[in-house]
């Protein structure tokens, strides 16, 4: 599976919208991009996946770049209960099951 | 619904001692995942199970860890001979199916800390 690259830590105001980029550039014609969320003391949660279209549920939206070597994850409006790890997968169809987490970026939302 | 469920939330143990982490996976999901994280990593993929078999079992870090779901459902951690470098938080997934894109569920993990 392709590897990802993420900041460390990332600061928001409570509100605005929270946009976490993912960079993915070796990332091969038949993998997903995965976004989970840790918030602390629990495990993770998904957010949301997409293949080459944007994507958007009832929690983010996501942005593939048309190489999709990159992926941007939008907050539309952040609340400080949006504080947590997010982390950024990218996951073949055949071995799926073995999500690789990385160590992902903090998302602090501030009030 | 329920969620996935882990017990217990929290266990100490001393070196060389044995220890058993449970997970009970959402009602009629045929696919259940460990993973162990420890303090500031990313969880790390242990074992793979599709119903009772363990489809991948190549993250366990050796022969100390083993795992079963003898009846697919509820999975049982075993780890032996514990050692200080096995603390860490086990978490436990799963999913309807092993489908390419099928969310991961996970529980709320166990805490382990071996003395």
């Known amino acids: 599976d392709a590897k990802t690259t993420q900041p460390p830590s990332m600061d928001c105001a409570e509100g605005r919208a929270a946009n976490l980029p993912c960079n993915h550039s070796?990332?091969?014609?038949?993998?997903?991009v995965y976004w989970y969320r840790q918030i602390h003391s629990q495990g993770p949660q998904y957010i949301i996946h997409?293949?080459?279209n944007n994507e958007t549920n009832e929690m983010a939206s996501l942005i593939i770049t048309e190489d999709r070597k990159s992926s941007t994850l939008i907050l539309p409006h952040a609340t400080l209960r949006d504080t947590a790890v997010y982390y950024c997968?990218?996951?073949?169809?055949?071995?799926?099951?073995?999500?690789?987490f990385g160590k992902g970026t903090l998302l602090t939302v501030n009030p | 619904g329920a969620g996935v469920s882990q017990t217990p939330s929290n266990k100490v143990t001393e070196k060389g001692k044995y220890v058993e982490l449970r997970c009970d996976p959402i009602?009629?999901?045929?696919?259940l995942y460990w993973y162990r994280q420890s303090l500031g990593q990313g969880p790390e993929f242990l074992i793979y199970?599709?119903?009772?078999?363990?489809?991948?079992d190549s993250g366990l870090p050796n022969d100390r860890f083993f795992a079963v779901r003898p009846e697919g459902s509820v999975s049982t951690l075993k780890i032996q001979r514990t050692e200080r470098g096995d603390s860490a938080v086990y978490l436990c997934?799963?999913?309807?199916?092993?489908?390419?894109?099928?969310?991961?569920?996970f529980g709320p993990g166990t805490r382990l800390t071996v003395l």
């Open positions: 997934a799963s999913s309807p199916s092993r489908s390419s894109t099928d969310t991961q569920y």
């Open positions: 070796t990332i091969s014609g038949n993998e997903y």
């Open positions: 997409g293949l080459k």
């Open positions: 997968i990218v996951s073949s169809g055949g071995s799926n099951y073995k999500l690789t």
């Open positions: 009602s009629g999901h045929t696919a």
């Open positions: 199970f599709q119903g009772t078999g363990a489809a991948d």
